[in-house]
């Protein structure tokens, strides 16, 4: 856990880098894994992979997850985690009552001991001292009545019962999205375009940064999504940035991940195996590929290399590369 989140201030990335040093942050939070390289910032806590999975699955209203070494943190993510104090003082509140016949997941346990678990210690809040439970709105009073309304808040006060099981989904890996560039994209500006492009998967939304002026951009950023069981296309759609009206869209496509969650699942740990093709996706009149896709395995990782053009607009190309990440690697 020595690589430090890409933005931030020098100060942010210092504080953070001391939270890493302790003791109780070498380890998951929920279930013990040595070298987590997630934490949910609102939480506080850091966590493994697997557990991470779950964390996600409660949706971002319960605990935003980042990548330690993924993602772009702001300050304002560095000092939520910093506030709490990192896993010995977050499991201090979110796990001081546990009861007889309740035990923690141990590194591997399945998918529904850890959904169990951190069901009950977060979104549920089963483990608490009944004075910190929170039902809605915000408390006030003692520290820990404060410390605990600014981080639990965040899904008490904006969901029902239903709604959080509508949001309960299982994921089955994390697909790693490389936002690589874009060419000929089209103008919406007076001469030129200020273009950045959104993955949608489910109610996973992100987006890369605005590149100024550009038609040809560069944006060679990472996105992270969760892919659950039951998952379908991704969306891609490039906007123009408007400061003062609606963002003009730039064109879309669909990317399919059917080939690349296939193959990568067929082939298992794909450390075992030598650099070789396991997968393609073909180009057809029905999706958006410029040229046939092929899955591969590249030093011990599946990849897959995707040049899209844009439909629904009159010119426009992007280049990404997709990376498929096991819940077990």
């Given at each position: ?208 940064t605005v590149v100024q002026s550009n038609l040809n951009p560069v ?13 379908g296309a991704v969306k891609l759609q490039v906007f123009d940035y ?78 990404l590369e997709l990376e498929w990440i096991a819940l077990n690697q």
């Amino acid at each position: 856990m020595s690589r430090l989140p890409k933005q931030g201030s020098t100060s942010s990335k210092r504080r953070l880098k001391g939270l890493l040093a302790q003791d109780d942050n070498h380890f998951c939070a929920d279930c013990g894994a040595p070298g987590p390289k997630w934490a949910s910032t609102n939480i506080g806590v850091f966590i493994c992979l697997k557990c991470c999975g779950v964390h996600r699955s409660l949706g971002a209203h319960v605990s935003k997850v980042l990548s330690v070494t993924l993602d772009e943190w702001s300050d304002a993510d560095v000092e939520a985690l910093v506030e709490v104090g990192g896993n010995s003082s977050a499991n201090s509140i979110y796990e001081a009552f546990i009861p007889d016949g309740v035990s923690k997941p141990h590194p591997d346990a399945n998918h529904d001991e850890r959904m169990k678990f951190i069901r009950s210690k977060y979104e549920l809040q089963e483990f608490l001292k009944p004075s910190l439970r929170i039902t809605s709105g915000k408390t006030s009073g003692s520290r820990g009545s404060s410390f605990s309304g600014s981080i639990l808040d965040n899904f008490r006060s904006s969901s029902t019962s239903h709604e959080l099981e509508e949001d309960m989904v299982e994921y089955i890996g994390l697909l790693k999205v490389s936002v690589k560039s874009g060419t000929n994209l089209a103008v919406r500006d007076m001469m030129s375009s200020d273009p950045y492009v959104v993955l949608t998967l489910g109610k996973q939304k992100l987006q890369t940064t605005v590149v100024q002026s550009n038609l040809n951009p560069v944006w060679n950023e990472e996105l992270m999504v969760s892919v659950p069981e039951n998952f379908g296309a991704v969306k891609l759609q490039v906007f123009d940035y408007d400061t003062f009206s609606a963002d003009d869209i730039m064109g879309e496509a669909e990317i399919d991940i059917q080939p690349l969650v296939t193959s990568a699942m067929a082939f298992g740990n794909p450390e075992m195996f030598g650099n070789m093709q396991i997968g393609k996706w073909l180009k057809s009149d029905d999706n958006a590929l410029i040229n046939d896709s092929t899955v591969n395995i590249i030093d011990g990782k599946v990849k897959q290399e995707v040049c899209l053009k844009l439909q629904n607009v009159e010119s426009g190309e992007i280049e990404l590369e997709l990376e498929w990440i096991a819940l077990n690697q």
